[in-house]
């Protein structure tokens, strides 16, 4: 939980600046692709695990969906809140920790969580792949069967083919448990900041065999990196996935 807390200090501090980071600039086509997918009516409701500064829930909000977002952050929803006013719509803001169950009092239409929307954010001890099954086990609650579900996260592939000996000798990866950990310096727009990383990255059928054991079914796997989502095969050396699902009913 420390890491938890860690993690909500860095977005709540880095959420007046989240918006200028390049990747956050294809939100329009994002949403587009998403409901390209799917075929869901306007008036549906959608949940938006980890939404952050709300910017896929607002487009989708603005476009007839009523969209529930869920972020561990006060920071990023507080800018969530000043979007959405601007905008003219209402969107449910909730803040809590997408691994721990919450009762929304209803079940959706679909769901969607992209640009790692709580995913990998792990602590120095916690167990990441009963983190990250947690969070997929609780949007799989909170949907109707069969609805749909869209996920972006990072892509394991593009870690493996960075990996030299010197990185196993040196403790920063471990090729048994395909967790890296490390110091990290990141480029915002703010400023550089120097992060503690550890992470474990899952490769594409360790992630569809995860999602089968939440109660979802991966339908397909697609390139997920922003600017060029597209029903195309994922590259090896990008850093995201993105798998298409449904709830299983």
């Known amino acids: 939980m420390a890491m938890a807390n860690e993690w909500q200090q860095f977005f709540d501090s880095h959420a007046p600046h989240y918006d200028q980071n390049p990747f956050t600039e294809h939100t ?11 075929p869901i009516s306007p008036g549906a409701s959608i949940l938006d695990m980890g939404c952050g500064t709300g910017r896929h829930s607002v487009e989708l909000a603005k476009r007839g969906y009523k969209v529930t977002g869920l972020d561990l952050s006060s920071g990023m929803l507080n800018e969530a809140k000043k979007k959405a006013e601007a905008a003219g719509v209402e969107v449910e803001w909730i803040q809590a ?44 609650n909170a949907l109707k ?5 869209l996920l972006t ?11 030299k000996e010197e990185h196993i000798t040196s403790g920063s990866f471990n090729p048994a448990t395909m967790i890296s950990t ?34 979802f079914r991966c339908d397909r796997v697609f390139g997920g990196t922003a600017g060029s989502w597209a029903q195309r095969p994922l590259n090896m050396d990008e850093i995201e996935a993105m798998y298409v699902c449904r709830r299983l009913g």
């Open 182 to 215: 490390y110091m990290d310096d990141w480029e915002l727009p703010e400023g550089v900041k120097t992060m503690k990383i550890r992470e474990r990255l899952f490769i594409a059928p360790e992630m569809v065999r995860m999602l089968g054991d939440a109660g």
């Open 97 to 140: 920790d997408a691994t721990v169950p919450y009762e929304f009092g209803k079940q959706f239409d679909a769901a969607i969580s992209l640009c790692e929307g709580g995913f990998g954010l792990i602590g120095m001890e916690g167990d990441p792949e009963r983190h990250d099954l947690a969070i997929l086990l609780n949007i799989a």
């Open 28 to 38: 329009v086509a994002e949403i587009d692709f998403f409901l390209s997918l799917f």
């Open 153 to 163: 996260c990072l892509n394991g592939y593009s870690v493996i083919r960075q990996m």
């Open 145 to 149: 069967p069969n609805a749909p579900f």
